[in-house]
């Protein structure tokens, strides 16, 4: 089998449906997983890239904080923005719990995070990381969406520096086949089946994705969280889409 990597984009608290979609390929897709050389991602999809590649074993605890997060920013009154809700604290505390001791070695060469310069607005894919701050500190850039998370860019490597989804949400690495996944509906390999009539695509920093009503909700449930109910439909969602795929490629084990 040829070189795999993975691809999961940036989308706030739709990374629940990644989530999802992870487990599907980690209870049936053995082939993908065995021939998988790298994850890459921004934001929620750097996150949940991290925890492939450094902590699978840890995809439960994941999926239990989702939730916590989720429903932490329901509870207050205009959401992340409410005053005195400390979006990216939230953020480290979920980290420090699930990464590894070696997390930045497990992911050196093998995780690929995009983060945005703040103020030059240039891209950069950062892989390699001299230790598991600095992997948290990249981490935690790649999911900074300003004033939604805070006021102050995130330090990395002595530069400031905001979420990667601004400059490329879905990083497709240059070695072997990257398998792409998106909770909105478009041409990624994993992804929504589109219902509606309009079939035109807009090009959202590199991720293609269908102009339609349900993406646009999305967009703004991405920053908004529904409700468990709807959280876990999305996960479920991102499983059975995962199995699609598998089966379209004759990967299901």
């Known amino acids: 089998m040829a070189v795999l990597n993975l691809s999961f984009a940036a989308c706030g608290f739709l990374g629940i449906y990644h989530l999802g979609a992870v487990r599907a390929f980690l209870r049936h897709g053995d082939r993908l997983v065995e021939s998988l050389r790298a994850c890459a991602g921004a934001s929620a999809g750097a996150l949940v890239a991290a925890v492939m590649i450094t902590a699978p074993d840890k995809l439960e605890d994941c999926e239990d904080f989702t939730y916590r997060f989720a429903a932490s920013v329901r509870r207050q009154r205009f959401g992340a923005v409410t005053p005195g809700f400390n979006?990216?604290?939230?953020?480290?505390?979920?980290?420090?719990?699930?990464?590894?001791?070696?997390?930045?070695?497990?992911?050196?060469?093998?995780?690929?995070?995009?983060?945005?310069?703040?103020?030059?607005?240039?891209?950069?894919?950062?892989?390699?990381?001299?230790?598991?701050?600095?992997?948290?500190?990249?981490?935690?850039?790649?999911?900074?969406?300003?004033?939604?998370?805070?006021?102050?860019?995130?330090?990395?490597?002595?530069?400031?520096?905001?979420?990667?989804?601004?400059?490329?949400?879905?990083?497709?690495?240059?070695?072997?086949?990257?398998?792409?996944?998106?909770?909105?509906?478009?041409?990624?390999?994993?992804?929504?089946?589109?219902?509606?009539?309009?079939?035109?695509?807009?090009?959202?920093?590199?991720?293609?994705?269908?102009f339609s009503m349900e993406n646009i909700k999305r967009l703004n449930q991405a920053l908004f969280p529904p409700s468990s109910r709807g959280m876990k439909s999305f996960y479920e969602e991102g499983f059975s889409d995962a199995v699609r795929f598998l089966k379209r490629e004759s990967w299901m084990s």
């Open 87 to 210: 979006f990216m604290l939230t953020l480290r505390e979920g980290m420090e719990e699930i990464l590894p001791a070696d997390a930045h070695s497990l992911a050196s060469e093998r995780l690929h995070v995009s983060i945005t310069h703040s103020k030059s607005g240039k891209n950069l894919v950062v892989s390699r990381f001299t230790s598991r701050e600095e992997l948290i500190q990249a981490l935690l850039a790649s999911s900074f969406v300003p004033v939604y998370a805070g006021l102050k860019p995130v330090d990395f490597r002595g530069q400031k520096w905001i979420d990667g989804g601004f400059t490329d949400s879905l990083p497709i690495l240059p070695v072997g086949r990257t398998i792409t996944v998106s909770p909105f509906t478009g041409l990624q390999d994993v992804c929504p089946v589109h219902m509606g009539r309009f079939n035109t695509q807009l090009k959202l920093a590199n991720m293609n994705v269908m």
